[in-house]
């Protein structure tokens, strides 16, 4: 299966982040890559997890982090597709940042070698647990709501932090 490249941020080449709530009887994307970091935070939905050369099974309350142009896709159970009443719903949470966009403004206020060092590493990508996940979770909810600008810098601010410094 060869990946598709997709423009997350086409039309926004101001944007520095973005976030997309899915919620619908199954996730329908392809095999695709993009130059921005995924955090993707399942709330309800199970299935089939590829991404890059790593193919694992994901069910709700899974948590991702996803580098920069690593093809991936979720795909649903089979029940998702042949589901005739509302049982099966694929939901997840997306936060999208483009990392040279994220450091370029960051090195405004100081040293961003550790949060670069972050980035590098994202591009193995990498799953959350326990307390990081708990956190992070809760934060990704607030920012997709969020309007206020500043309130949604802030909010991407605390999610980044706390996956840099996360084992």
Known sequence: MRPVPAKILEGKENEVFDTKVVNSPYFSTLFHFHEECQ????VESEGTRMIGDSIES????????VGSNIPHVWHNSEEYFVATDTSSVAKS?????HPEKVLKILSQFGNTKKMANF????KRCMRFR???KSK???LLIQLAEEEN???RLSLLSKILHILSQTQ
């Not at 994901?58 to 982090?65: G, I, P, Q, R, Y």
């Open 149 to 151: 600008v500043l309130l």
């Open 130 to 132: 326990g307390k990081t």
């Open 58 to 65: 994901f069910s709700h309350d899974d948590l991702t982090l």
């Open 119 to 122: 980035f590098q590493l994202s």
């Open 136 to 138: 992070v979770k809760i």
């Open 93 to 97: 949470i997306t936060l999208f940042f």
């Open 39 to 42: 955090i993707n935070y399942v």
